[in-house]
């Protein structure tokens, strides 16, 4: 599945902070896969804030990354996602990964 850095960095955001053990290690296989090498960061160029909370980067390089997600890695996310939605707690930069994770299934 092709996403962007934002899209990488939502996913990473919204994966869950607890659940079982299949889960956490399906959590840190999929963290491996989106976090972002030392020469993503350079090719990127990443500028972290003064404050440590958020990062920019040169949006005009290429933004997409073919990321294979396992099966169970996709319903992660998918469930992820489906909790924030039917709680009505989706945000603006989620939209994206929402789009390519709920509703590119249909």
Do not use: C
Request: glycine share 2%.
């Amino acid at each position: 599945m092709k996403l962007t850095v934002k899209e990488r960095f939502v996913a990473l955001s919204i994966l869950p902070a607890q659940g079982n053990f299949v889960t956490l290690k399906v959590m840190r296989k999929l963290r491996e896969k989106l976090t972002f090498s030392e020469e993503e960061m350079t090719f990127y160029s990443f500028v972290m804030d003064e404050e440590g909370e958020s990062v920019t980067w040169d949006e005009d390089v290429r933004q997409e990354r073919d990321i294979d997600l396992t099966t169970k890695e996709f319903e992660l996310l998918h469930t992820e996602l489906s909790k924030l939605d039917t709680k009505k707690t989706l945000q603006d930069d989620q939209f994206t990964l929402y789009e390519k994770l709920i509703v590119g299934e249909d």
